[in-house]
Every structure is written in structure tokens, then in C-alpha cells.
Nanobody, 118 residues
Framework: QVWLVESGGGLVQAGGSLRLSCAASGFLSNIDVMGWHRQAPGLQRELVADITRSGNTNYADSAKGRYTISRDNAKNTVYLQMNNMRPEDTAVYYC????????????WGRGTQVTVSS
């Protein structure tokens, strides 16, 4: 079993920045990919970014140039630095983990609310 706990959400003005953290614990030896998804009200959950244990990253088009995903393998923690935020970034952000990108949603955190005011 793997447990994921997010932190760092909150309220920010448009143009501002937030940094999310996700701490993983449990049986992590088979976990290669960790990522961030988000779900806005009335919309489906969507991938924001993911990162492999070796540091290979992947971003949604909406995140490119504004978000940076990083990972500290020693701390079993993944981060999402969000800059130049927009009201449409408002969503619950979920941490995810899996053995590969194909099963990234094998484990989920409970989510953290991010609200961007205009």
C-alpha cells in the first residue's frame, strides 16, 4: 500500500504563485512515477504534470511554462511549483503515483484546494 498526503494549497491572486508538496509513504519500491492531477467543479480530473524517479517530466499544455514539477527521492516527496496563476487554475489538486505512466492513478492523495482569485 502507498499513502500520499498533499499540502500547500490555498487562496492566491491571479499572477501569484503556490507550491504544492506531496509526501509518499508505504511500499514505494515499485513506484516510479508520481504526478499531479486537478479537478475543477463539473469537470473531469486531468493530468497536470508527472515525473519519473530519474527525473523525466511530462506536462499538460496548460501547465507548460508556468508549472514546474520536481521530486526529492530521498524524502519521497514530489513538488509542484505554480507561477503566474490564473482563475482557471482553480481546482482540487491531487497527488498520484504508479509503477509507470500507464498506471499513474494506482494511488491517490485526498487532494488540496487551490483557489485563484481574479
Amino acid at each position: 500500500q502507498v499513502w500520499l498526503v498533499e499540502s500547500g494549497g490555498g487562496l492566491v491572486q491571479a499572477g501569484g504563485s503556490l507550491r504544492l508538496s506531496c509526501a509518499a509513504s508505504g511500499f514505494l519500491s515499485n513506484i516510479d512515477v508520481m504526478g499531479w492531477h486537478r479537478q475543477a467543479p463539473g469537470l473531469q480530473r486531468e493530468l497536470v504534470a508527472d515525473i519519473t524517479r530519474s527525473g523525466n517530466t511530462n506536462y499538460a499544455d496548460s501547465a507548460k511554462g508556468r508549472y514546474t514539477i520536481s521530486r526529492d527521492n530521498a524524502k519521497n516527496t514530489v513538488y509542484l511549483q505554480m507561477n503566474n496563476m490564473r482563475p482557471e487554475d482553480t481546482a482540487v489538486y491531487y497527488c498520484s503515483a504508479g509503477r509507470s505512466r500507464a498506471d499513474l492513478g494506482s494511488y491517490w492523495g485526498r487532494g488540496t484546494q487551490v483557489t485563484v482569485s481574479s
